[in-house]
């Protein structure tokens, strides 16, 4: 019998609703498009779309993430278990006015975005929630099973707050991959990989940067300084299409993305988060893992709303 690498992921979720139709004219109320609706896809959106990535290529996934007892939460719980991924460390609160399941609703015509509208409860009501469990949670996970690595997916929405990465750091051994999020205001540190994109990498490091004229290169030394003080062992920076970056402490290289015919960008990162994971427990060097992991994210950018991770997909750009 073949093992199954273990990969335990915290992390904010959601659901994502994209609502198609078409604009063919402007309302005569005010001059804004009149959304003809045709149909609507629901997908599982944030962590709750890595792991299903993850678990699709073939790893076990246990998730740690928050969900109340409404109508999306049920979703995401039995969606979640559909696909084979672990919901017994999820923390489940009764819905109110201040707790319920974040949800993103695309309203989309002709694969354009016309708005996004985002009903999520205020981060500080889910901290409050998340601190009364996490402990436990996370204390009865690491002690009943061995993980090949802990992934977080900081969505700054209160799973991932001073106190719970506190409570990670400390009690976790394996390596640590960790997609931040700068506005939640923590200091990343002690971390196998971090992979911002671009514009975080920036607000992570007040950096002074003219996205019209400066290139990442040109902040070698600082982003260097960065990493080193925060004992971060290998940064990996997206950059949309322009592909992504690994910046160590003694290496800085470019990996360029194929070009494709872009549809949508939800949930790339998502996508290029689950694929690196994915080569590395294969035992790839990482320079080979961010390749395949460009590669993916590009994937998904043809597809219609959040999709995961498709393993036919992967057959055929691995055997490129």
């Given at each position: 019998m073949l093992y199954k690498q273990k990969i335990l992921l915290i992390g904010d979720s959601?659901?994502?609703?994209?609502?198609?139709?078409?604009?063919?004219?402007?309302?005569?109320?005010?001059p804004v498009p009149v959304f003809s609706y045709s149909h609507e896809s629901i997908y599982l959106g944030c962590a709750a779309n890595v792991?299903?990535?993850?678990?699709?290529?073939?790893?076990?996934?246990?998730?740690?993430?928050?969900?109340?007892?409404?109508?999306?939460?049920?979703?995401?719980?039995?969606?979640?278990?559909?696909?084979?991924?672990?919901?017994?460390?999820?923390i489940s609160a009764k819905t109110n006015q201040q707790l319920f399941t974040s949800e993103k609703k695309r309203i989309v015509s002709n694969s354009h975005h016309i708005c996004r509208i985002d009903r999520e409860p205020n981060p500080i009501y889910i901290k409050e929630e998340i601190n009364k469990f996490f402990e436990k949670n996370i204390k009865e996970a690491l002690s009943k099973n061995t993980y090949t690595y802990t992934v977080i997916s900081d969505y700054a929405k209160g799973i991932i707050n001073v106190d719970s990465y506190k409570l990670i750091?400390?009690?976790?051994?394996?390596?640590?991959?960790?997609?931040?999020?700068?506005?939640?205001?923590?200091?990343?540190?002690n971390l196998f990989i971090l992979k911002p994109n671009k514009k975080e990498l920036i607000e992570l490091m007040n950096l002074n940067y003219n996205f019209e004229y400066d290139k990442l290169e040109n902040f070698e030394n600082n982003i260097r300084d960065f990493i080193l003080k925060n004992n971060i062992i290998n940064l990996i920076v997206t950059d949309g299409m322009n592909g992504s970056f690994l910046i160590t402490k003694d290496k800085f290289r470019h990996f360029p993305s194929k070009k494709v015919e872009v549809f949508d960008v939800s949930g790339?990162?998502?996508?290029?988060?689950?694929?690196?994971?994915?080569?590395?427990?294969?035992?790839?060097?990482?320079?080979?893992?961010?390749?395949?992991?460009?590669?993916?994210?590009?994937?998904?950018?043809?597809?219609?709303?959040?999709?995961?991770?498709?393993?036919n997909d992967f057959s055929e750009f691995s055997q490129n």
């Open positions: 959601c659901v994502d609703y994209f609502v198609e139709g078409k604009v063919a004219r402007i309302s005569p109320e005010a792991a299903i990535s993850l678990s699709r290529l073939g790893l076990d996934v246990d998730l740690i993430s928050f969900v109340s007892n409404d109508k999306n939460g049920d979703f995401l719980i039995n969606k979640l278990k559909k696909e084979g991924v672990n919901t017994n460390y999820l750091n400390r009690l976790v051994k394996n390596k640590i991959i960790l997609d931040p999020k700068p506005k939640n205001k923590i200091l990343y540190k790339a990162g998502d996508s290029f988060l689950a694929a690196l994971i994915y080569y590395c427990t294969k035992g790839l060097g990482l320079s080979e893992c961010i390749s395949y992991a460009n590669q993916a994210a590009s994937t998904t950018v043809t597809h219609s709303g959040t999709t995961p991770l498709i393993p």
